[in-house]
């Protein structure tokens, strides 16, 4: 099935380092969510973006709906060992409900 | 927590059987949407139901189906089990599916594995 291009697929990072992942896409999206997934678990949404060159923050964590509406980034300040985790980029085109999602990128955080 | 509650939250069935998956949406939504999500894989669409009709599709065949009911639960039915139908299957619940802020929210899943 379609899918957007996320990037990078895996990151090791230390404790206290900043980290920086984007989606994007070949098709104009008119949503970008941002989630993150622990093993087991279903995705818990972290920040969601509805305007093209919308800035929003949640804690640590900022995320922007590129101006083209083509691609996201979301960036994490000062990571924690809890930031650990597979996080998912995922985009809505016109009025449906139907969400495309990212591959994932797998965080990994070194204490 | 999403409030979105699923189950069961692991089920074993054999190539051929029928299974039955349900899903319990958050207090005040109205629309519920399934995904399957293959393991590495990021989830795929696969309906959503809105006022107890189905109200888009992705790309899956009829052997998918599902219902909602009065209550905005949901139940998700696969008929002829087939083995690459393992995966986490995921619901998530909204208010509504009108304008851009149909924000989704996601159940801790059912994993089904087809042997």
């Known amino acids: 099935g379609q899918q957007l291009n996320q990037s990078p697929q895996s990151m090791f990072i230390q404790e206290g380092e900043d980290v920086s992942m984007n989606c994007t896409s070949s098709?104009?999206?008119?949503?970008w969510l941002w989630y993150k997934q622990d093993p087991g678990e279903g995705p818990v949404l972290l920040i969601a973006l509805y305007k093209a060159g919308e800035l929003t923050s949640n804690g640590r964590l900022t995320a922007q709906f590129g101006i083209t509406r083509k691609d996201s980034f979301l960036n994490i300040s000062a990571s924690i060992p809890s930031d650990v985790g597979i996080y998912f980029c995922?985009?809505?085109?016109?009025?449906?409900?139907?969400?495309?999602f990212g591959q994932g990128t797998t965080l990994q955080v070194k204490p | 927590e999403t409030g979105v509650t699923q189950s069961p939250t692991h089920l074993i069935k054999t190539r051929g059987q029928q299974v039955t998956l349900r899903c319990s949406s958050q207090s005040g939504h109205n629309t519920v949407s399934w995904y399957q999500q293959a393991l590495g894989q990021g989830p795929q669409f696969i309906f959503q139901y809105y006022r107890e009709e189905e109200n888009g599709r992705g790309n899956f065949p009829p052997r998918f189906s599902g219902l909602q009911f009065p209550n905005y639960s949901s139940e998700l039915n696969v008929n002829a089990l087939e083995l690459d139908d393992s995966a986490l299957y995921l619901c998530?619940?909204?208010?509504?599916?009108?304008?851009?802020?149909?924000?989704?929210?996601f159940g801790p899943g059912t994993r089904l594995t087809v042997l």
């Open positions: 998530a619940s909204s208010l509504a599916i009108t304008g851009v802020r149909d924000t989704q929210y």
């Open positions: 995922a985009g809505r085109q016109g009025n449906t409900g139907k969400l495309i």
């Open positions: 098709s104009i999206f008119n949503t």
